[in-house]
């Protein structure tokens, strides 16, 4: 990674953020010839190092967000190609792990739900299948002998975010890219057209593109027509199974009117929990009620999951929107570019915001199916909730 200690001057293209988004943007952009710096901020609290990295196109879509579902899918489907491109440009691995995913029901309530999300899926024709509770076991034996039913889903998947980041990085780095530690806090601009960006010590550097892509810190930037973006912060747990089995599958449980997701790293040594989402902006807390939550309900799903070592404990802040979808595509200044508002959906969305960045600057082509998620949505609101409501999930409180 080409980690840099002075400000440049100039560059082709800044981009802010130094996350997955950022991360792939600039990577794409330095492999066609690009300058391209990368203003990351503080990494270690970004959705990108912090998420369980599922691929949920599927299982995560809600009655409310089917069009959040076209754009799901259409990145899910670019996801092999674009993992073995970072992987033979890095020499790491991409952390991509195949399906597939199995939910499951606690209790007849939670069955309840499931079922309608069943015939939700089989009205949008998206292939599931329904498991009994014996089925489901035999499919996954640590699940709990008390679990109701499960529902098969073959076409969601996951990925090891950390080692999709690391390897990002370094293919980023032998493509050119260069890394400048620290925050951007304004963009600056000429009448109409974006001209550079102001780091927090004043320091410049110089750009006619712009990429914002700093996730829930992009409602903090000046100089540009205010984000809608909010941190939806959410605290996760990493276990660590020792010497007693781990569950093969991913794990997405109905727990007494809530949702967790266990997902399994192919080391064997970790296992993800997650995840809580608190509206409590920017708070790095880690609280007993949050950790005991989620371990609670992953002994619901998983009884033997009591006997492995809490391994790390971690707060990180999903970028929310007012509506719960990206904000994707050219910004109200010529040259600047958002890719930021992927709430729950960033790991899953990376190679189809990186391939819309990519098509903007180089091409000033905009990819289809991109368009609804242009900031200008919020601008058409005649309500005024698009600006200022924020709906939560409609399957459950954690996400």
Request: net charge negative; with cysteine; charged share 20%.
């Amino acid at each position: 990674m080409n980690t840099i200690s002075s400000v440049p001057v100039t560059a082709d293209v800044v981009v802010i953020g130094g996350g997955l988004m950022g991360r792939a943007a600039a990577w794409r952009l330095a492999s066609a010839g690009l300058d391209a710096v990368v203003v990351a901020g503080e990494p270690q609290a970004a959705a990108s190092n912090v998420a369980a990295g599922m691929l949920a196109p599927v299982t995560e879509t809600t009655f409310t967000e089917e069009l959040l579902l076209g754009l799901n899918l259409a990145s899910m489907e670019r996801y092999p190609s674009f993992a073995a491109e970072v992987s033979e440009a890095s020499g790491l691995p991409s952390g991509l792990r195949s399906g597939p995913t199995i939910s499951i029901a606690y209790n007849a309530d939670d069955a309840a739900r499931m079922a309608q999300l069943a015939d939700y899926l089989t009205r949008l024709g998206l292939e599931s299948t329904r498991l009994t509770s014996r089925e489901a076991r035999q499919l996954e034996p640590l699940l709990a002998p008390t679990i109701r039913a499960g529902l098969l889903v073959p076409g969601d998947a996951s990925c090891d975010n950390r080692q999709l980041l690391a390897a990002l990085r370094e293919a980023g780095g032998r493509s050119g890219v260069r890394t400048l530690t620290g925050f951007v806090h304004h963009v600056s601009s000429t009448a109409d057209r974006v001209t550079g960006v102001v780091l927090a010590d004043g320091s410049e550097i110089s750009a006619p593109t712009v990429v914002v892509a700093n996730g829930a810190w992009a409602g903090q930037l000046t100089g540009i027509p205010a984000l809608p973006v909010r941190p939806v912060k959410g605290q996760i747990l990493r276990l660590d199974p020792g010497r007693f089995p781990q569950p093969g599958l991913v794990v997405r449980a109905f727990t007494r009117g809530t949702e967790i997701y266990l997902v399994p790293r192919d080391s064997g040594h970790e296992l993800v929990v997650g995840a809580t989402s608190e509206e409590l902006g920017f708070d790095r807390r880690v609280t007993a009620g949050g950790v005991y939550e989620l371990l609670r309900d992953a002994r619901l799903a998983i009884p033997m999951s009591t006997e492995y070592v809490l391994a790390e404990t971690s707060v990180g802040y999903r970028p929310g929107t007012p509506d719960n979808a990206p904000i994707l595509g050219r910004g109200a200044l010529a040259g600047l570019v958002l890719a930021t508002g992927h709430h729950r959906n960033g790991v899953l969305l990376t190679p189809i915001t990186a391939d819309a960045v990519a098509e903007l600057i180089l091409h000033d082509r905009s990819l289809p199916v991109i368009e609804p998620f242009g900031v200008e949505r919020f601008d058409r609101s005649t309500s005024g909730r698009a600006t200022s409501e924020r709906p939560q999930n409609d399957r459950g409180v954690r996400t």
